[in-house]
């Protein structure tokens, strides 16, 4: 199963020079890196990122994060999938670009 991260560019450009990361700064604040499925990233980007431009979205294979990989209730009590240790390139299975149209990003077809 394929779980989703959305990065700023800087960010993604980080996890690339260091080869893994802690995540974004809500990440290292709550401990653990935020990530969402295909059915929730819709509106992870839209209440988190509103307006963002230049956004990578990062599918991650859930099996490589292993035991570290935790579901827990958020939004509205639905489970959402927590990585609790760095995320490292070699769990990242593809990137795309998040263009902004319309106020609204567009997510890559793949993820139908």
Request: glycine share 10%.
């Amino acid at each position: 199963m394929l779980i989703y991260k959305i990065f700023r560019a800087d960010e993604w450009q980080a996890l690339q020079a260091a080869g893994k990361t802690g995540g974004a700064p809500v990440d290292l604040a709550d401990g653990y890196i935020h990530f969402s499925t295909a059915a929730q990233a819709a509106e992870t980007a839209a209440r988190h990122f509103a307006g963002a431009t230049g956004l990578v979205l990062l599918a991650v294979d859930a099996d490589r994060c292993g035991d570290a990989l935790k579901w827990e209730p958020s939004r509205g009590g639905a489970l959402f999938p927590h990585l609790y240790r760095a995320l490292r390139l070699g769990d990242v299975v593809w990137t795309r670009p998040l263009p902004l149209e319309n106020g609204t990003h567009v997510f890559p077809p793949e993820m139908a």
